[in-house]
């Protein structure tokens, strides 16, 4: 079992940096991949960026690629999104997920993930 628990969200303007955490608890944490999804208001959650167990496998959304990061750290049972150049819609709720996706692909799709967090709000203004 892991839980996992977002910080960091806030309000920003357009063109800031803002940088997500998640912290996870649960022993096999390092086994997982992580990812961070997030959901607008009014739209369905949307797969932003994942990484796999090692580290070594990233992905990201095209949306997002070239301004964010993901990053993990096992030994701290720890991952980060850092955000930068933030627009006025990258405003919602991100969450934190953890999970065994199968094949690359399936890194992209919330059906991936079996644990995940209660959500940040950011929200970037003009």
């Known amino acids: 079992q892991v839980q996992l628990l977002e910080s960091g969200g806030g309000l920003v303007q357009v063109g800031d940096s803002l940088n997500l955490s998640c912290a996870a608890s649960g022993r096999s944490f390092s086994t997982y991949a992580v990812a961070w999804f997030r959901q607008a208001p009014g739209k369905e959650r949307e797969f932003v960026s994942a990484?796999?167990?090692?580290?070594?496998?990233?992905f990201y959304a095209d949306s997002v690629k070239g301004r964010f990061t993901i990053s993990r750290d096992n030994s701290k049972n720890t991952v980060s999104l850092e955000m930068r150049s933030l627009r006025l819609d990258d405003t919602a709720i991100y969450f934190c997920?953890?999970?065994?996706?199968?094949?690359?692909?399936?890194?992209?799709?919330?059906?991936?993930?079996?644990?995940w967090g209660q959500g940040t709000q950011v929200t970037v203004s003009s």
């Open positions: 997920a953890a999970g065994s996706p199968g094949h690359s692909g399936t890194y992209y799709g919330m059906s991936g993930y079996a644990y």
């Open positions: 990484l796999n167990w090692s580290g070594a496998m990233t």
